[in-house]
């Protein structure tokens, strides 16, 4: 599936492309759509997604727009009241969120 794909298609097809893909996708895709959206330093977005990820506790439910917040801060040239910017920061964060569990999972598995 193309990256722009991954913003047009709808939740459903989405939710299933992802879980078929593996990391190095997710990362690719990652990259273009921060590229897209004017960073180009993605292993800085990435280490501040990480950090932050990994100091969300588990039980609370706000964990997703946490991300969304700090991906919005990250961005600034990404209107927050715009929906169609909404829905492509929400979908990015999906992404990033999936590509950091199955690159910590990754690590995991190859370490046990």
């Known amino acids: 599936m193309k990256t722009l794909d991954l913003l047009s298609c709808p939740e459903a097809t989405l939710t299933t492309e992802l879980k078929q893909m593996k990391a190095r996708e997710l990362e690719r895709h990652t990259r273009k759509l921060l590229a897209k959206l004017g960073l ?63 690159q910590f999972h990754k690590i995991h598995t190859v370490h046990d």
């Open 40 to 102: 180009r330093d993605y292993d800085d977005v990435m280490a501040t997604v990480i950090k932050t990820i990994a100091k969300l506790d588990a039980d609370k439910t706000d964990r997703f727009s946490t991300l969304q917040s700090l991906i919005h801060s990250l961005l600034p040239t990404i209107e927050k009241n715009r929906p169609e910017h909404n829905a492509l920061i929400e979908r990015l964060s999906l992404i990033m969120m999936l590509l950091v569990a199955k």
